[in-house]
């Protein structure tokens, strides 16, 4: 089966409303224009503009949230629910961005937690794991992956797995001035691949999107993509720039 191709862009807390319109049409004119594959573009915008993107978004750019809650509704003020951000139009939702796991203490159990909502209200969870730079000097990484793994989405059934796609974020590499390798990424891609047929079987393990969250850009993203377990990027900084986005998504032109 032939794994999908995922170009992306997380806007975190950036853009006010006009600037993001502004800043989506741009990208959704030309993605139109130049996207020549089959890959899939994504925007996962704060909450305030993901109704006007969708709409403006079609079937030219997808549109996800970056984060949901793991209740149904109830009384969590300043809180948004699964089901509000289906409502609106978007698909995808990142969970466990290695900035919710860091700042807002997100455990691998609330996260598994998300998961199970985000499934349930039809959305397309974007589950991210990655390693700290001390994880990485102390050899430890591997063994987090795992535990992320493990802990977050590994308690679903295969028919629910075969729903995600997975994002790996070598937080050591984001602003830091530090870069993985395509060699470094390739080999941790190759790892959670082996620990997914491992527990789903080879047949769901290759057919699993797992996207590079490293700080990819247009200068890197080819040498990243051409590694055979790369199947695409969760984007940063570039994906605020439509020229940088969109050159990051024609990447993957045929």
């Not at 006009?18 to 959704?28: C, K, N, R, T």
């Not at 609330?110 to 039809?122: D, E, F, P, S, Y």
């Amino acid at each position: 089966m032939t794994r999908k191709k995922i170009v992306a862009g997380n806007w975190k807390m950036n853009l006010d409303y006009a600037e993001g319109v502004s800043l989506f049409s741009e990208i959704v004119n030309m993605v139109r224009d130049e996207k020549k594959g089959d890959q899939i573009a994504i925007i996962c915008s704060p909450y305030l503009h993901l109704n006007s993107l969708a709409k403006l978004g079609g079937e030219t750019v997808k549109i996800g949230a970056q984060n949901c809650h793991q209740n149904e509704s109830g009384a969590f003020t300043g809180e948004i629910s699964a089901k509000m951000i289906k409502s609106v139009g978007a698909e995808y939702v990142i969970i466990g961005h290695s900035e919710r796991r860091q700042y807002f203490a997100e455990s691998d159990e609330l996260l598994a937690q998300k998961t199970v909502i985000a499934l349930k209200n039809g959305l397309t969870p974007i589950f991210c794991i990655g390693e700290t730079l001390d994880e990485r000097n102390n050899g430890s990484y591997f063994e987090v992956l795992k535990s992320q793994l493990d802990h977050g989405i590994f308690g679903l059934d295969a028919a629910d797995f075969s729903k995600l796609v997975i994002a790996y974020e070598p937080v050591w590499a984001i602003g830091t001035g530090l870069t993985a390798t395509s060699d470094q990424a390739q080999e941790v891609h190759a790892y959670i691949r082996k620990e997914i047929a491992a527990k789903y079987g080879e047949e769901i393990a290759a057919a699993t999107s797992i996207l590079y969250g490293g700080s990819a850009n247009p200068k890197n993203a080819a040498e990243l993509f051409a590694q055979p377990d790369i199947d695409g990027g969760l984007i940063g900084g570039a994906s605020l720039k439509s020229r940088d986005f969109v050159d990051i998504v024609k990447t993957f032109n045929s």
